[in-house]
C-alpha cells in the first residue's frame, strides 16, 4: 500500500504554488546613521491561503560581492529586532563582505510589523509555587483572565505566536530572497526560534549558530528541567567555593528558615520567602565575581534579619520577567496538576539543593502560563536528522544547555566561554567569537572541538 500510494504521488500533478513575493526595499524608517533598508513582506498567519499579516523585513547590505544572506534573531523574545541590528550592525562587519545580514521585527509584537497585539509587555512578578490544587486552579485562571484581555486584541494571531510561526515567517523571507538555503543566527531565545525552524525545514539549512540557548529540542522535558537545576546550581557554587568556610550551609539554613517565615526586606518593603531568595540570589551569582561580594553582604545582612541587599537594581523588587509569555506559553509544557508540579520542585530542590527550582522554566513559566487561553503550539523536540553541523557558544550561565542543543547533530561545536555573561556573539561582542562565527556563516569552516574563547 505505501509502495502504491508513493508512486501515486509521484505520478499526480505538483499542487498550485505561489511565488513569493519580491521585496522592494528603501531606507527604514528613522534609520539613523547605520543605512538600513526595509521592506514590507506579507506573510499567513496560520497556513497556505488565509488571512495575511505584514512583517517589516530589514537588511545591512554585503559591502562586497553578495553571495548570500544570513537571518538574525537576537532574542527576549521581543519585537525591536530591527532596531537591534542597526545598534548592533559592527559584529557583522565580516560577514558583510560577502553576506547581506537580515531580520524582522517578529510578528505580534511592538516593533515596525503590523498588527501589534493590545498586550501588557511589562514586568511580570513570578506568582509563589501553588500549595494546593485550587491555589493552582486559582493561577489558572487569573492567567487565562490576562491572556484573554491580550487575544481579544486578535484571537487568530495570539494563538499563532509560537516559535514554529517565527520559523514560518523566517522560512517565508527565505523564499521572499530568492535563495535555496539560509543561514541562521540565533541568539538566546532567538536560539529557539532556530531549533524550531531547524526541525520544521532541516533540508533549507546551510550554517546555523546558536548563543546562549535553552535547549528547547529535548526528548524529555522533565530530565532537562533537571539539567538546568543542576547548571543553575553549579554556577551558584562557584560563588561557594571562594566564599568564607561555612557559607554554603548558612544560605541553606537562611532560605529554609525564609520558607517558614519570609525574610523581612525593608528598604523595598516588601518580604521575601526562600525561593524568591534563590532566584534574587542566582541574579547576583551568575554575574560573577563583581557582585558576589554583594551577595555574601545580603547573606550576611538577612541573616541578621534584613533581607533588601537581595532586592534587583532599579525595577520591581520581586522576582520576573518582562513579556507577559505571550510566545513562551505557546512553546513550553505547563502544569496542570499540582501534585505532579510539587513533585518535580521537590525532585529539583533534591539535586539542586541551593537553588532548587528558583530559574524560569521551572518556576516563572509554570506560573505564569498555567490556565493560558492558547494551547501548547510548539513543544520541545528533538532535532531532526540530516542537519548540517551547528556551531554554539556560551558562558558559565548557558554553555551546558546550549551544548545539549548542538550535541544532537553530529560534527557540531559549542565554544566555551570560561566566565559570566550572556549572548556572548550579540550582547557581549566578544570578538573571538565573533571571529570564529563569522568564518563558520560564510565558509561553513567550524572550529575545532573543545575550543575557548576568553
Known sequence: MLKTLLALALLAPPAATHAPPALDWAPCPDSGAVAVDCADLPVPIAGPGGRRITLKVARLPATGAKRGSVLVNFGGPQGDQIAVLRSRSRIFDEIRRSLDVVTWDPRGYPGLSSPVLACD?????????????????????????????????????????????????????????????????????????????????????????????????????????VAIARDVDGLMRRFFDQAEPGAEQRWRALVAGADREPVPAPAVNTRYDGTQLRFLAFAKAKDGPARWGELAAAITAAENGDASGFAPRGRDPHPGLPGGGVKECLDFPRPTDQRRLARTTGRLDRVAPNTGPAFPLAWHLPTTCTGWPAPVANPPAPLPRGLPPLLGAGTWLDHAATARVTAQVPGSRTIRHDGPGHNLFAGMANQCVIDLVSRYVTTRALPPAGTTCG
Open 121 to 225: 509587555w511589562a514586568f511580570l512578578r513570578t506568582p509563589p509555587l501553588p500549595a494546593t490544587q485550587a491555589g493552582l486552579d486559582e493561577l489558572s485562571a487569573a492567567n487565562r483572565a490576562r491572556g484573554e484581555r491580550c487575544r481579544a486584541t486578535d484571537p487568530e494571531l495570539f494563538d499563532h505566536m509560537g516559535s514554529d510561526s517565527d520559523a514560518r515567517d523566517a522560512e517565508a523571507i527565505r523564499g521572499a530572497l530568492g535563495e535555496g538555503s539560509v543561514n541562521f543566527i540565533g541568539t538566546s531565545y532567538g536560539g529557539v526560534i532556530a531549533q524550531a525552524y531547524a526541525r520544521l525545514f532541516p533540508h533549507r539549512v546551510r550554517t546555523m549558530y546558536v548563543d546562549g540557548t535553552g535547549n528547547h529540542s529535548a526528548r524529555d522535558w522533565e530530565r532537562e528541567l
